[in-house]
């Protein structure tokens, strides 16, 4: 099963890009890459998941380079609201056992 | 959207009684999950289910048990409730067929052991 590091925590301001980048170097053929957010009191939500290079959706983008040992999330511009916890998932099929590592608490300064 | 819905958001219960923990999803997903989450230990899986009455240990199963008599349902049992139980109980479910499945959590149940 892939284990995942990432940083503990990160502080940025305001409208600042945050990149949050997650290693992974045992991951497996058919896993893929999910990261999630997670506010206080509340379970954690999907934000983007990925294969490999470079994902994009309406929130975040997930840079996956060839080797597929990390993984770099990374929030445009970001704000208050988006101070909570990101955690990198690597799984896939019928794994079962998907383990999430310790996560990154961002903090977003005014 | 996918609910997952939890069916206790906060418990008190006393040292040694017999607790259940309710999830019931809407999706028809396969796979459900129980987690614990503890200050500085992250998300930690307890056991996990990828079929009707199928489970498999997670990385924490000591003091717990499971059951999913129903496709949309899986409870946590704490046979004998400890204070070293005291925590954030977060279910979830995810379909279970395809390579990099999306997990839905529920809102999480606090359960307080004293």
């Known amino acids: 099963l892939a284990k995942t590091t990432q940083p503990i925590s990160m502080d940025s301001y305001e409208g600042q890009e945050v990149n949050i980048t997650c290693s992974h170097n045992n991951i497996a053929t058919n896993d893929y890459i999910t990261w999630y957010q997670q506010f206080p009191s509340q379970g954690p939500r999907f934000i983007i998941q990925?294969?490999?290079t470079k994902v994009t959706n309406e929130v975040a983008s997930l840079f996956i380079p060839a080797d597929r040992k990390s993984s770099t999330l990374s929030l445009p511009r970001v704000s208050l609201s988006d101070t909570a916890v990101y955690y990198c998932?690597?799984?896939?099929?019928?794994?079962?056992?998907?383990?999430f590592g310790q996560g990154t608490t961002l903090q977003v300064k005014p | 959207d996918v609910k997952v819905t939890q069916s206790s958001r906060y418990l008190v219960k006393r040292t040694g009684e017999k607790v259940f923990l309710e999830c019931v999803q809407d999706?028809?997903?396969?796979?459900m999950f129980w987690y614990r989450q503890d200050p500085g230990l992250g998300l930690r899986l307890i056991y996990f289910?990828?079929?009707?009455?199928?489970?498999e240990k997670g990385d924490i199963p000591e003091g717990y048990s499971v059951s999913r008599e129903k496709k949309e349902r899986f409870s946590l049992i704490l046979e004998s409730a400890s204070t070293n139980q005291t925590s954030m109980y977060l279910c979830a479910s995810s379909p279970g067929s395809v390579s990099g499945n999306t997990i839905y959590f529920g809102e999480g149940s606090w359960l307080t052991v004293v």
């Open positions: 999706m028809d997903h396969e796979n």
């Open positions: 289910s990828y079929d009707v009455k199928m489970k």
């Open positions: 990925g294969y490999k």
């Open positions: 998932l690597v799984g896939g099929r019928r794994t079962g056992k998907l383990i």
